[in-house]
């Protein structure tokens, strides 16, 4: 099959939603562009091999496809499965599903709503903003989950930090007020029953610190980004 006549921006080839359409409706591709039943482009790429598809809410399934490079630009609701790309790039997109590909370059911005499964990544950038990308049985280069590491625990232990400099400081005032009031008010072995029960206040904080350090973990709210049984290569 022909592709239609080409708008090229940077040696990519221009798909809008409506060009999309009529293509699909020229070419006879499978199914209707809707949720229940997407288009199906599968085993050969009819749109080229460096594309640029921009502002489509369509749902489309690219089956076992190839591309050199491929950029989707405020887009949602596309399947990519067993799919190769030497680039892949998102923009402004969301809700999309890429199942046991193959990406030589991943690049992100301003994405969400992400699911990547089984699926080799060689290189994923360091700098994008990004929320809500799982990414499950994933083999990953070593410096995004580095990276991805770094940022989790880098959120955590901020917020634990706060939480125990704030207990630090209300402990401060409160032995340094007992402490004098205890000076002129309380003998010597009040003073120290007074040290044994702060010791015990600061141990119990301590511990409710770090249940809330685990319990926060675990909620992993900071990124949203999951990675689940993934390797590094």
Same mark, same amino acid.
């Given at each position: ?155 955590? /232990? *901020?917020?634990? =930090? ?7 400081? +209300? @402990?401060? %005032?409160? !032995? ?11 003998? /010597? *072995?009040?003073? =120290? ?7 015990? +206040? @600061?141990? %119990?904080? !301590? ?25 590094? @290569?």
């Amino acid at each position: 099959m022909e592709i239609l006549s080409e708008d090229r921006l940077d040696n990519l080839i221009l798909y809008s939603e409506q060009r999309l359409q009529y293509l699909a409706h020229d070419q006879i591709w499978k199914g209707k562009g809707t949720e229940s039943d997407p288009f199906v482009i599968e085993n050969a790429n009819i749109l080229g091999q460096a594309i640029l598809i921009k502002k489509s809410s369509l749902y489309i399934s690219f089956i076992n496809c190839n591309f050199d490079h491929a950029q989707f630009e405020a887009c949602k609701n596309i399947l990519l499965k067993d799919c190769t790309f030497e680039t892949l790039s998102l923009s402004k997109s969301m809700k999309f599903k890429i199942y046991n590909c193959y990406i030589s370059d991943l690049k992100f911005s301003r994405t969400k709503e992400i699911v990547i499964k089984k699926t080799v990544i060689f290189d994923v950038p360091t700098k994008f903003r990004i929320k809500n990308i799982i990414f499950e049985d994933c083999q990953i280069n070593n410096e995004f989950l580095d990276y991805v590491l770094r940022k989790k625990l880098g959120g955590f /232990y *901020s917020k634990i =930090k706060e939480i125990i400099v704030s207990f630090i400081i +209300i @402990i401060i %005032l409160f !032995i340094f007020y007992r402490l004098f009031w205890a000076t002129y008010a309380l003998n /010597y *072995s009040d003073v =120290k029953s007074l040290f044994l029960i702060v010791s015990v +206040i @600061i141990v %119990l904080l !301590i511990i409710l610190c770090f249940s809330s350090f685990y319990e926060y973990l675990a909620k992993r709210k900071v990124p949203k980004i999951i990675i689940s049984e993934s390797k590094k @290569i």
